[in-house]
Structures are given as C-alpha cells and as structure tokens.
C-alpha cells in the first residue's frame, strides 16, 4: 500500500505503517480502507501530490478511509470564489454553498491538475492554517483520495485541489485525533499528550 515505488515514499509509509502496528491501535480497517482508496485515483501525479500535501502535517482520516480537510468560506457559508459546481446532484453557478450534509462536487476533467498554477479552477480544500486565513467561517470536509487532482506548490503545499467532497460541520478548531467516524466526530475531543496522535506518532518530531 504505497503511493507509489519511489525509495522516499515507501520508506515513509513503511515506517508510518511500523508506527501504527505498534500502538495501542487495535481496529486498522480505517487504514486499510484508506490505502485502497488512495490506490483507486488513477493519476500517478495526483497520488504523489497527495502525498507530498500529507506528508509534511498531521491528518485525520475517517473510518471508511477518507481524510479530513478544511475550507474557509463566507458567513453565509457561500464559496470565497464564484464560478461553476454541482451542489448535492444540482448545478450551481456563483458563490457554491457549503451547507453541512451537502456534497459539492464537479467533472474532474474541470479541475486544474497542474501543480505549478496556484490559484486556478477547481474544489479547494486545505489546513486549518490555511483555511482560517482564507475566509470568516471555517468548515470541515471529508475528501476520497481518489477525488484528489493536484496540490497547487504555492502556500507551502498547504491547499489542494478536489473534484469532490462532503461537508461535514462548521467548526472553531481543527481535529486533533488521527482516526474519525465517517462523519468526522472524534469519540473523544479531550486531547491530551497521551491521545491517539503520540499513540501513532504521526505528529512531527521537531
């Protein structure tokens, strides 16, 4: 289960995969749903951008192998940006609303898998860094690897773009747990230094 066979990137997974293996972890079907569905994007360029986007951060991934990201919107929960998009299975045009529960979605043809043009068409996504700096309200989505097209290299990698997502919640603060249910709420929110990120150890060690 790589995103590819360059020596970096399997040795990355593979010590990911040690850590994990030897926590306290018992139910690893989120992982290996994830991994599946990371094999599923038929774009080489695009899993290896996916990578490099996961990689460099701590993630969350739900348990049918999703990932969460975030998404800075107006306060009327309108897209910062105008322009085209399908809203739970209706075209829209305009400012896309970004209810809870909605699915926003459009052609993956129609999204700019070029890495190297920053802002450009597509669904965006990103970190909490970026996204709480991009817009008022802050909402949580939930992302099928196999949706991701590119991670545009400008912000530091931390947005990408998406042909696909669910929006799951509007939210003050980022996950702090690895592992989610599917709609993305943490069966324990009182995170402390022995929660599920040192369990993993997929938080960054200086």
């Keep these: 289960f790589f995103f590819s066979s360059r020596r970096r990137h399997t040795r990355y997974w593979r010590d990911w995969s040690s850590d994990v293996c030897s926590s306290d972890l018992t139910d690893f079907m989120p992982l290996v749903n994830f991994y599946e569905k990371v094999l599923t994007n038929h774009n080489g360029n695009s899993r290896e951008q996916l990578y490099t986007w996961l990689s460099d951060r701590d993630f969350t991934i739900t348990a049918d192998g999703d990932f969460i990201a975030y998404k800075g919107v107006r306060e009327d ?14 075209p829209k045009n305009g400012h896309i609303p970004n209810n809870v529960g909605s699915i926003v979605e459009m052609a993956r043809g129609e999204v700019n898998a070029n890495p190297y043009e920053g802002c450009s068409y597509g669904l965006h996504a990103g970190t909490w860094e970026y996204a709480s700096s991009f817009g008022p309200v802050i909402v ?28 799951l919640e509007i939210i003050q603060n980022p996950d702090w747990s690895a592992l989610v249910g599917n709609d993305g709420q943490e069966p324990d929110n009182d995170w402390d230094e022995n929660d599920t990120w040192d369990y993993l150890g997929w938080y960054e060690q200086g």
């Design 77 to 90: 929960l309108g897209s910062i940006h105008a322009g085209p998009a399908i809203v739970d299975g209706v």
């Design 140 to 167: 949580k989505v939930k992302i099928n690897p196999r949706d991701v097209v590119s991670v545009p290299r400008d912000c530091d990698f931390q947005k990408l773009r998406t042909c696909r997502y669910e929006v």
